[in-house]
Every structure is written in C-alpha cells, then in structure tokens.
C-alpha cells in the first residue's frame, strides 16, 4: 500500500458516506454523531471481551498508555482482539476523520478503552493536543463508540461546540477545567453510537451518577508524521500483522 487514497480506497471510505449537513456541523461544532454505527451482537461481544480484558489485566489494565482512578482503563486494542477491528476501520469514521484532517495523511493513534466507575468518572476539560492550532490545521481527531448507552447520569462524554475554533486550551481560560462550561453539551446516544470529534475540541468525561458502568471505546488519530500514543510497530505480535490488509498496515503504520 503506498498511499493514504489508495488505502481509504480499499477499506470502502468515499466522501458521500456522510452528508454536507453532517460535514457541516463537524466543521463549525467540532464533532458529528453516527447512530446504529454498531449492531446487538456486536455490542454484546466487545462489552462481553473489554469485562474479560479488564478481569483478566488486573493492576496492569491500561498500562500501555494511561491508568486513572475510579476508572477502568485499556490499551494496545488492536493486538488484543480482531473484533476491536470495527472500532478503526468503519467507513464512515474514516471518511470524517479523512475530512478533518483536510487532505493530510494520517494514522492510528491508539484504540483504548474507558470505563468510568459509579461515583468516579469526572476529567477537567481538555484537548488531546498540548496546544491551540490555527482553524483548520488539525493534528488528532477521535472518536468514542459507545458499549453502554451515553445518558445525562452515567459519565457522558462533554464537549464544549466550537471551541476547536478559539484559539486556546481549557488550562489557559478557565480556573478549574473541571468546572462546567456554559456552553459545555454532552454527547448522549444509544449503545452502538460512535461519536467522532476533532480532537481539538474541549471535552472530557463527566461524573457516573448511575449504578452500572460507562464503557467505550476510543479510537484515535494522528496526523501521519507524528508519534503514534500507541506505537503499533512496538506492539503487534507477528500473528496480528499477519491477519490485517494492506490498507490495515498501512492505517496502523507497520
């Protein structure tokens, strides 16, 4: 695979995938919802396997990348099981992240997950990009598919509309970025919803008011000369390079 076209062509992304009014409000919110992005049985296998993977992990649960308290945290993903695939190849997250990127090359950043704990769960706001860019040179973009539905009580996600656009990060404007911001919206939807936001847009988890877990699944990405979070190169056991495509390889960067 030798280019960023040749491999969004192979894994089905096109432009029309989204409409303009979603392209739209991507551009000007800074993120866009796609509901039904998985299936019931697909949600019920990667709730069932992210459990096993937590259970399984112990203390080093999410240790590739970050740990948090009140939190279950995972990382490295995409070595750790095929169905995991979906959650960086489906076309429709492709061809937004391709549209915020405007024209660039880009790659996986990582596929992590996070699960916040009843009573735990809350981040200050945050970009994941140490500084503000100008409108429209964007570095990382990321999504969050959703395994337990998103409610106003169990840790949605927040994201602050437009502020991809301003200029500043959430540490340089606000005393406490764990403070609610009035123009702050929660990112709801029904299991099997994948939210995508460039990721220069204010966000963070809010607080699990619920008696259940909060699970998601994050995939992210990077600008292609950039460092991956998860270096794929220094982590893919030779079984799982052997199993993906071209296109795979070449979006994972090995």
Request: proline share 6%; aromatic share 8%.
């Amino acid at each position: 695979m030798s280019s960023m076209a040749a491999c969004l062509e192979e894994l089905g992304v096109k432009g029309s995938l989204l409409s303009d009014e979603q392209y739209n409000f991507l551009d000007t919110y800074g993120y866009v919802i796609l509901p039904g992005a998985l299936d019931g049985p697909s949600i019920s296998a990667l709730r069932a396997r992210f459990d096993e993977l937590v259970a399984s992990e112990g203390e080093l649960a999410g240790s590739e990348v970050s740990q948090e308290e009140g939190s279950d945290r995972l990382a490295n993903l995409v070595d750790k099981d095929p169905r995991f695939d979906s959650c960086w190849t489906y076309p429709p997250q492709l061809a937004a992240v391709s549209h915020v990127f405007g024209g660039h090359d880009f790659k996986l950043h990582s596929v992590n997950g996070r699960s916040a704990h009843p009573g735990s769960g809350l981040q200050g706001l945050h970009t994941d990009w140490p500084e503000a860019v100008a409108p429209g040179d964007y570095q990382v973009c990321n999504s969050i598919w959703m395994l337990d539905a998103f409610t106003e009580e169990n840790g949605a996600t927040r994201v602050v509309p437009g502020s991809h656009r301003w200029g500043q990060v959430p540490r340089e404007a606000m005393t406490d970025p764990r403070d609610g911001h009035p123009e702050e919206v929660l990112l709801l939807g029904d299991a099997g919803t994948c939210g995508i936001f460039n990721s220069h847009v204010w966000h963070g988890g809010t607080a699990n008011r619920s008696s259940g877990p909060r699970r998601a699944l994050h995939g992210a990405f990077v600008r292609r000369e950039h460092t991956q979070q998860t270096v794929q190169r220094d982590y893919l056991r030779p079984s799982t390079v052997s199993r993906l495509t071209a296109a795979q390889r070449f979006l994972l960067d090995v």
